[in-house]
């Protein structure tokens, strides 16, 4: 297990129990307390835990991963959602993508397709992201042509949100939105902790033809503070195979396309 996923399932743990000692810890991720001391008092530093005497307390602000965080978490699952999800782009199509580390591997993969190398260095496709990461994995990529929103970037997702990010919609169209969620369920639609997020991919999702969502299975049937969309607006959802029969009948009876991988 690398740092960063040590920390991952530290920050996890402390979410769920509020409070841990370093005992309790070290136990818990099968290392030295010394090494659980390293990791809260770093953790610490990037304001992610409150320390105290013999462990850690998690901040009274609502729980939200930052993306560097989230990386680790079922990452197979999310490199085999964006395989099966770029193979719907088509090359001249103008793609949607919002934040989030499924989304992420979604434009890796539309980076390194073959059939998307025009001759002569043109672009194949066309990004619309309000995520920074994203913008800035794809910029030196000349057979795809980046558009980034404006907006204030939230340090937990890199994407960009308010006016400046949502005002954009009121000028393209998009082929298909790539929407990645905190949540996804039949009666709740698509989902995400911010408000903020929310609009912008709420905007994104009603200028594109098509909507696509991605999702592992921990997020399908639940549902985040914030809706982006119903689920009527969903055409497709890219999930894995460890979604619930019942969840999948459900989604299909409402209309929708189920994509296991």
Known sequence: MTRHERWNALLELLAAAGRLSVEEAAARMAVSAATIRRDFDQLAQQQMLTRTRGGAVAQSVSYDL????????????KQRIAAATAELARPGSIIGLNGGTTTSEVARVLATRADLHAEGGSPAITIVTNALNIGTELAVRPHVKIVLTGGVPRPQSYELTGPLATGIFDHVTLDVAILGVNGVAVEHGATCHNEGEANVNRLMAER???????ADGSKVGRRAFARICGTHRIDVLVTDGTVAEADVAAFTEAGVRVVQV
């Open 66 to 77: 930052p993306l560097r965080y989230k990386t680790a978490r079922n990452a197979t699952e």
């Open 208 to 214: 594109a033809d098509q909507v696509v969502v991605v």
